[in-house]
């Protein structure tokens, strides 16, 4: 008999494309038809949570990665009876500090001149110390921010500006969840993610060793893993 694939729905983060996700989603598609979406168009997180739920399938698993967790978040929140599983990866459920939106602003300005220095400057907040010499994943981060521009990145970081405080809204979730942190995620570290697992009934939390910020791209197959567990349930 033909095996059931449950349709996966996966959000890149900042300057992200499908590229961030693609060796998750190829350890995935005996299980999962995979949906990378796209998260470029607009400037709110409620206007893109709902720009993605009215593409998406009638039901859906859905993960997310950093700003893209944020925004599934969002979808989860609006759309509860429509995700059938969620994995919420590197990313938080608090919102923007004030330091946080005076640092996106500062970088809004700069980076119709000087995006390529920005992401420079990231990278290591971005990756793992262990790959910023790693052509697989530094030059593939560098790719797909040359490759969105400098309006995707201002919208975008507009966007992370105007996510909720999800964390009041954990309690609410009722589908199976599983939290994926790099443990040496130099943006959002461990504790924030042990708050989102501790505020999901019943969530399980997967930690990844020697992996930074952006594990899907790092370590693929042990993100892969805790998204298999999740769509075994």
Not at 9 to 29: F, M, Y
Not at 94 to 106: F, Q, S
Not at 179 to 185: A, I, L, N
């Amino acid at each position: 008999m033909p095996v059931h694939k449950t349709d996966l729905l996966l959000l890149p983060g900042l300057t992200n494309d499908a590229r961030v996700w693609q060796g998750v989603a190829d350890c995935l598609a005996d299980v999962a038809t995979v949906h990378v979406t796209d998260l470029t168009a607009r400037e709110t997180m409620p206007e893109l949570a709902l720009d993605v739920l009215a593409k998406a399938p009638a039901r859906f698993a859905l993960a997310g990665l950093s700003m893209g967790g944020y925004c599934a978040l969002e979808i989860v929140a609006r759309a509860p009876e429509r995700v059938m599983a969620l994995g919420l990866v590197d990313t938080s459920a608090r919102p923007d500090t004030p330091e946080g939106r005076a640092g996106r602003e500062r970088q809004v300005a700069r980076a119709p001149a000087e995006l390529a220095t920005i992401v420079e400057e990231l990278l290591p907040k971005w990756v793992h110390p262990s790959r910023l010499d790693d052509h697989a994943v530094a030059d593939i981060v560098r790719a797909m921010a040359r490759d969105s521009g400098a309006d995707v990145f201002a919208r975008q970081q507009r966007a992370i500006m105007s996510r909720a405080d999800s964390r009041p809204r954990l309690s609410a979730i009722r589908c199976p969840t599983v939290v994926v942190c790099g443990r040496e995620d130099a943006l959002l570290p461990l504790e924030v993610h042990e708050e989102m697992a501790r505020g999901i009934p019943g969530a399980k939390l997967r930690v990844i060793e020697a992996c930074g910020h952006l594990a899907p791209l790092e370590r693929p197959a042990d993100v892969a893993a805790a998204l298999r567990e999740l769509l075994d349930k």
